[in-house]
């Protein structure tokens, strides 16, 4: 069975940091891509990042780009995303995404439950 | 404002047809981007519906169909269930954009 486990929301204060982790099991996970999608409150999904299967594909939405920084370790099955200088406006559910593909191009077949990231004085 | 169009919300009664719409551009589902639906309800994990424009998962009922046009795609539910009321959401890849793109969502109910 396949499982996506994410970790690491908190309620942290603008300007802030926090890692978030995800952890994979029930497939080969260095054979996909994988992605961070966000929930706002009362909003719309909202792709964040992704990174391909040996971490050679890399890209992320505008509104984190050089705040965020995705990455992967095969070895241990997990996902990560580091996000800096953290505004309210990334209050959100954040979701691990594991796609179809290797590279990112494809949907994604399987969610994590999400952690819950809070941004606020 | 999301890349990708789609009606804010649908309704219907139950056994009735609904379509829901997604709307792209050249960089995206125009250029022959596949174009993936999902299920949504608030503070949950999003379930695959369509996949590859038109292809269900194991487990997903044939009432769920995709369809594709150009730079438009649909989704298709057929036989409308109370169960059914959900967010529903169109993604793609954006070639300009280098990643995903989502719909805005378009909220079912069922009358």
């Known amino acids: 069975e396949v499982q996506l486990v994410e970790s690491g929301g908190d309620l942290v204060q603008p300007g802030r940091s926090l890692r978030l982790s995800c952890v994979a099991s029930?497939?080969?996970?260095?054979?996909?891509?994988m992605h961070w999608v966000r929930q706002g409150p009362g909003k719309g999904l909202e792709w964040v990042s992704g990174?391909?299967?040996?971490?050679?594909?890399?890209n992320y939405a505008d509104s984190v780009k050089g705040r965020f920084t995705i990455s992967r370790d095969n070895a241990k099955n997990s996902l990560y995303l580091q996000m800096n200088s953290l505004r309210p406006e990334d209050t959100a559910l954040y979701f691990c995404?594991?796609?179809?593909?290797?590279?990112?191009?494809?949907?994604?077949?399987?969610w994590g439950q999400g952690t819950l990231v809070t941004v606020s004085s | 404002q999301s890349v990708l169009t789609q009606p804010p919300s649908v309704s219907g009664a139950p056994g009735q047809r609904v379509t829901i719409s997604c709307t792209g551009n050249s960089s995206n589902i125009g250029a022959d981007y596949d174009v993936h639906w999902y299920q949504s309800l608030p503070g949950t994990a999003p379930k695959l519906l369509i996949y590859g424009n038109n292809n269900r998962p194991s487990g997903i009922p044939d009432r769920f169909s995709g369809s594709k046009s150009g730079p438009s795609v649909s989704l298709t539910i057929t036989g409308l269930q109370a169960e059914d009321e959900a967010d529903y959401y169109c993604q793609s890849f954006d070639s300009r954009l280098s990643g995903w793109v989502l719909g805005g969502g378009t909220k079912l109910t069922v009358l």
């Open positions: 990174i391909g299967w040996n971490s050679g594909t890399i």
């Open positions: 995404a594991k796609d179809m593909g290797l590279i990112g191009f494809g949907g994604s077949d399987y």
């Open positions: 029930g497939f080969t996970f260095d054979d996909y891509a």
